[in-house]
């Protein structure tokens, strides 16, 4: 018996022999007979459904308690270095020449007798600008309505509502109230 090269199609079959055609049909019958299938191949391909069945529940459970230890460790390894971090504020403060240090900076604290001056427009100088135009002598009337825009924009500072939180950087103290701009 001879085996096709391609593979058969069931409407329509043509085999050229000899330069004749000849039209031939396939009997899927007779195909499907040509399968074996015996009660081995039955038991272990209900073996195979029964083990995809019962391990596709487990490897999904497994795959999901992976991913939670991994957050679990990455929030353990966060909780470590903030307590480092901590731990470097509990040493600096326990030193009294820094505390000193923050009671001056923060607080504006002086020992009795010292004199403290408080410079107002300490601004860096290249922050200041270079050129300042000349003020005129001429007034000149507006074309927008500034009445609408000041209202607008007390309107919009007193209905905004900004909290800030406590800094986890550094030493700087943050004051927790909420702040409206």
Same mark, same amino acid.
């Given at each position: ?7 058969? %199609?069931?409407?329509?079959?043509? !085999? ?21 299938? %015996? ?15 019962? &391990? ?7 795959? %999901? ?6 957050? &679990? ?13 901590? !731990? ?25 007798? !010292? ?20 003020? /005129? ?29 406590? /800094?986890?950087?550094?030493? !700087? ?9």
């Amino acid at each position: 018996m001879r085996r096709p090269t391609a593979p058969l %199609s069931r409407s329509s079959e043509q !085999e050229v022999t000899g330069g004749a055609r000849e039209r031939r049909t396939v009997d899927v019958r007779e195909w499907a007979g040509g399968i074996r299938f %015996s009660a081995f191949t039955a038991i272990m391909l209900g073996l195979v459904v029964l083990a995809v069945f019962v &391990l596709v529940p487990t490897v999904g459970t497994y795959l %999901s308690q992976r991913q939670q230890i991994a957050a &679990l460790e990455q929030s353990v390894q966060l909780t470590t270095d903030q307590v480092a971090t901590l !731990e470097q504020q509990k040493q600096r403060w326990a030193d009294p020449a820094y505390v000193t240090s923050q009671a001056r900076a923060r607080l504006y604290y002086v020992r009795p007798g !010292e004199v403290v001056y408080l410079v107002d427009d300490d601004l860096p100088p290249a922050s200041i600008p270079l050129d300042q135009n000349p003020v /005129s002598e001429d007034v000149h009337e507006t074309r927008s309505d500034w009445m609408a825009q000041f209202v607008r924009s007390v309107t919009t500072a007193g209905l905004t509502q900004t909290a800030t939180g406590p /800094s986890t950087t550094g030493d !700087e103290a943050v004051d927790p109230t909420p702040t409206t701009p």
